[in-house]
Structures are given as structure tokens and as C-alpha cells.
């Protein structure tokens, strides 16, 4: 980290320093002397309280003597101001060294003012209004006291069974590692300052690769794959000055996070230069018995501390056997020290120890500012993938316009998973933003009152759609269906959903579908019995005029699919950027090809299934528009590169329709021949672009061959000369590919 700017008042220094690449321990020597001289004169027992987190949940006295004694580093699950202020009073005033506390949150998307989940944030392809979006989040918590989220969860997800899908960036390295920089710097800001909210990278890894998609589930990730897929967003987090990282639940290969040495310290520490704090998740080392890798409390904390967690929480494993662990030699007590002094120049970097209290008459005034809501709404706009459309949209003026389905007025439930401070009061619905925006022409048919309701006839909403000139149906989860430890092995619309929307179908009047979703469900049967369908995952406090907005058509949809759309569950795993078989797909037999007693035969030897073949419903990157482009002229500057070169590619992006509209320009390579088998395309670059209708743009992307690096069979990172394919497209599954080559 390196100052910025240090100013000095009377006795107390306000440190504001800005995190950059590449920075390490000890590059802003204030903050380190700082940290030395308070930590020189701590006890053993006092620095395993720093490294002691609690959940405080509203209960001040029962924490009091524990605050007092100074066995507290950090407080969780406290959002009331006042009581913030009193749990910091007693760290403060009444501690021997009056260290301030570290308040956290799982601040997931947003605080007070709910966006997007991170799922449908990815949609947007947009990081700079991720970054506004954490920006605003950190804005209202720190308000009330709130200085540390658990956010943004980095974990890549390649399997919708897994609930947690819904709170990260998706399938791809690439992507997740933008929004993963955006988040970072909206949340922490460019110079640290009384918002600025500390943002904690989880859960450090492979979380997301949850056999099964179960959550908590073993994972057996090489190192090669987790080099080149699971930790580079992660890196890129550290390298935007992420200030804190969470270790995850799951045993990767046998060993659990919260006790891997590898992970936490060769990679982290040593190669990535990490000098910020690292907590565990939840009870994740006491989890450490359960896996069978550790047989008492005692021992799991030995080995979370010599495989260097910080800070524990809610196991009190440090708190009950560090100093035992440390007197007995099991851990040393430089161990000890190089964990306190992480979470002290934390705690210094906020600058708590200047400010450690907040304002509580003031907090309320920052919840749900006007420019807080229109950001969210922004978000919303950018987040919905238009999936299909026969022309019914945007809405005809004048249209008699039938409402119906069991999201489409759940203030609640739009919000989507991890909301424990916004409140459902402030949703604005689909319903209402619709009745605002065509007065008197919205008709209301509940149909189902929530998502997993069965019903076997909808005569009353068959015979709205009759009056109607056209069905609005939001379908979709409740928001309890997605999250952690919400796995699902059918991903289907739940109860009676689907027969909804076929019975509606069958009336004969356009039917519109619109999936409000904590992750991609398998919804192509739903698509046959619908004329447009348009996904918005959980939307947020602004998803009722964001979606009224976009139906209507004052906003074109631009989203784009941040994760492989299924056709049946039993595809999961099925992601975009895999590698080659030795036995590609290539089109054959299918189930109802095959003839009676039929003998034995290879049907083709290919790798597919025989009832679903090979594809997906929508590929990653998918997303369509009210207008549509056109992609020509591609060209490369070169035929052939060094690695230190930089490659441009120009093309022509044309708007051949006739509206303005939004496209996210994907570029994808392909490495063909590697000293280890390479994905079949990778994400290496996007970027929004408007045009008018008609406008036609010349366009270069420029990606420096550098980018192009990966761990191969020797393990080091680096460009592998020879033959590459690039495409620039509107998804991963289009455009015709151009060879270059690298020498
Ligand atoms: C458990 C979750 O896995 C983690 O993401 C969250 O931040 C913590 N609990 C704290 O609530």
C-alpha cells in the first residue's frame, strides 16, 4: 500500500492511503511503525483478542467484560448505529490499549438499497457500475458503522444446482476478475476514508466447484486448474488492494482451506505479496474436526494459525488455545504477531483508530438516496438478457396489458438472496412500476401466490388474458431458493409455474415471460409457451421499473448471459471455455434415433448425451436486443506476434436495426496446440458499445500477448508460442474465427 497523503492532527495521525498493484508490507512506513509500536506493547492475550471475531448480535452487555479485557478484534451481525458506538466505546474507552474494533457485514448487494445480485451485476458486462454499485453500498453502511463487508464472493461457478451461483460474477475467470477489481474499489474507494468499507475476497478456494453442486461439498481441483481458473480473480482482487480475504468452507483435495498452507501463504503471502488480513468463514475452523482434519478445537487452531488465518470467526479456537498452543511451541508467537499486525493495519488503514464512532443521527439520511436508487436501477436495466423475443417487445402503446405470476408484485422476494438490511417496504414491483408507467391499462391476475405453489386450473387468469391484449408473466424463485445452502437438483420453475404459462399460451395473445432468478434454470419447455422471455436473476429494490422500463422499451436490454444456460440439470457442469475431448461432438444419433434391440455400436463415439446432446439452451455471453448488430471487417494488425507485442484487432460494429441499442463486444482466443490441453475459447476482453440505429463504428480491442499466459505442464506461467484463433462476437458460441501466431 503506499500514502497518498498524510496529514497530522494534534496527537493523532489520519492516514489516508491509496492501495495499488504490486504493493507489499510495509510500503506505507507510518502505518507500519504505527502497528510495531502499538503491538510492542501488547500481551500474548491481547493480540489473540485481535484475532478473536465475534457475532455480536445486538447483545452489548454480554459482550461488555469480554471488550473490556480487550478479547474482542472485530464484531459481526451489528448494524444498529448506537449500539455500534457502544461496543466500539467499551473496545475504546474501557480496553487497557484502546483498540477500536473492526465492525462486518455481509454487505452482499447493497446495504439498505438493494441491487442486482452479483449474478444478474455480471450480466451487465459493466464494472464500472459494479464499482458505483459497491460504491453506494459502502456509502450506507459505513454510515451507520458498518467498515468491513464480506464482499465480493470471487468463487467461479460452472453448476446452477449450487446456490450460491447466484452471488457471484458466473462461470468465467475473466469477467469474475473485473468485477472482482470494480467491487474492490467501489467498496474501499480510491483513498481510504471514513466510507470507505473494507471488502473481504471469498471464500479463498474453489468453493464453487462444490461436488454435485452441493453446497460445502469436497472439491478436487488440481493446482494447474486452480491456477488458471479459480485464483486469478482472486489475484486480481489482491492487486486492486482488496483488504481482507475470507478462506472457504471446502476441502480441496483433502485439505480444508481454513488449514492450507499452500493456498495461504506460499500463494497468497509469497507469490501475491497479500499484506491485508485473513479471516475464516463461518465456524470454518471448528469445521476442520468434522472433516476429519483435525480431532479437537486445540489442533484446528494450530493448524489454522501455522497455515496463517488471522482472525477467527466463531470458532473461538484462538481465543481458547492460542496462547496454551503458543507456550507449548506448537505455534510461534512471530506466527501470533504477523497475524495482529494484518488486522491492526487494517484497522489503521480505515482510520478507526481516529474515527472509531459514527454519526447515528446522520445514517439515516443516506439510505436510499435518490442517486442511490437510480444507480440500482441502472443496474437493473444493464443485468436483464433479453433470451427471446418474436417481436412482441417493447409493448405496443395503448396495449391492454394482463400482470400475472408470482413475482411479479413480491417486494420481498425481488430482492434475492443475502438482504438482511434492505427492507421490502422500499421495493418498487414490477406491478407498481407498471400501473406508474401505463395508467389504466394493467389488469392484476395473481395466478400463484409464490413460486412453489401448485394449482391445477387458472381459469380466472385464463379469462383476464382473454380481455388482454397482451400477458405479462413473472415467474421465477422466491429469494429463499438461491443462496447458501440452497442447492437444488431440479431446475425447473417450481409448482405449478410452468402450466401457467402454458395455459396462458394457450389463450393465443402474446405472452411475455419474465424470470426473476437466483441462477440460470432450465427453463426451454418455458420458452416453447412464450413469444418473448426476458431474465432479470433477482433485480433488486429498483427490478419494478427497471423491468417496466425495459418492457415498455425506454430501455434497450444489453445484458448478456455471465453463465451458461442449461437445458436439463443433468448437464451441470457445462461451461463455455472446457476442453477439448479427443472425441468432439459432432452431431450424432440421439436417443430417438435409435432403432428397437438395437446392437452394439459406437453411435459416433463422441462425447454427448444421447437425450440432450452436447449444448446448452444459451451460451455464455448471449443476450439479445431490440435492435441487432452486425460484426465486419474483422482484422488483425499482424499475422504473427512476440510475446511482448500487443495485438489489435479492428472490426466494424454496425447497428442494423432501428433503435439505439447496447452491445457487449466479446473477444475470445483460443490456444490450439499447448504443452497441456487449453479451453476451447477463453474471455480475454469486452466492452459496451452504443450505436444509434444504422450507425455502423470501427472498433480495435487491443489485448497484450502477455494476456495469453498460462500454467502448462512445467507449472510457470508464461505464453506458449505457436498457433491461436480469435474471435470478436456478441457471444461465446458466434463469429468466425481468425489465426494468428505467436513466436
Ligand atoms: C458464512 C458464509 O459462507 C460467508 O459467505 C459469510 O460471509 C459468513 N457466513 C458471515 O455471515
Known sequence: MKCTKIVWLSLCVVLAC??????????????EARVDKLLSQMTLAEKIGQMNQVSAGGDVAHYAEALRKGQIGSILNEVDPDKINEFQRLAVEESRLGIPLLVGRDVIHGFHTIFPIPLGLAATFDPALAEQGARVA??????????????????????????????GSGEDPFLDARMAEAMVRGYQGSVLDSTSMAACIKHFVGYGAAEGGRDYNSTYITERELRNVYLPPFEAAVKAGALTLMTSFNDNDGVPSTGNRFILRDILRDEWGFDGMVVTDWNSMGEMISHGFGTDRKDVAEKAANAGVDMDMMTFGFLSHLEELVKGGAVKEKTIDDAVRNILRVKCLLGLFEHPYTDAGAAKAVQYAPDHLAAAQKSAEESAILLKNSGVLPLRDGARILVTGPLADAPHDQLGTWVFDGEKEHSVTPLKALEARFPDRIDYVQGLQYSRQKRERFDDVTAAARRADVVLAFLGEEAILSGEAHSLADLNLKGSQSELLAALKAVGKPVVAVVMAGRPLTIERDLANCDALLYAFHPGTMGGPALAALLSGDVNPSGKAPVTFLRTAGQAPLYYNHHM??????GETLLDDIGLEAGQTSLGNTSYYLDYGAYPLFPFGFGLSYTSFAYSDLALDKETYGVEDTIRVRFTLSNTGAREGTEVVQLYVRDLVGSVTRPVKELKAFR?????AGESRTIELSLPVSELAFYGLDMVKKVEPGDFQLWVAGDSASGEPLSFKVK
Open 581 to 586: 475431448t479427443g472425441r468432439p461432438y459432432n
Open 138 to 167: 459502502a456509502v450506507e453502511a459505513t454510515a451507520q458503522g458498518v467498515r468491513w463487508t464480506f464482499s465480493p464472493m470471487l468463487d467461479i461457478a460452472r453448476d446452477p444446482r449450487w446456490g450460491r451461483i447466484a452471488e
Open 18 to 31: 491509496s492501495r495499488q498493484a504490486g504493493t507489499s508490507v510495509g510500503s506505507c512506513p507510518e502505518v
Open 688 to 692: 459496451r458499445e452504443t450505436l444509434q
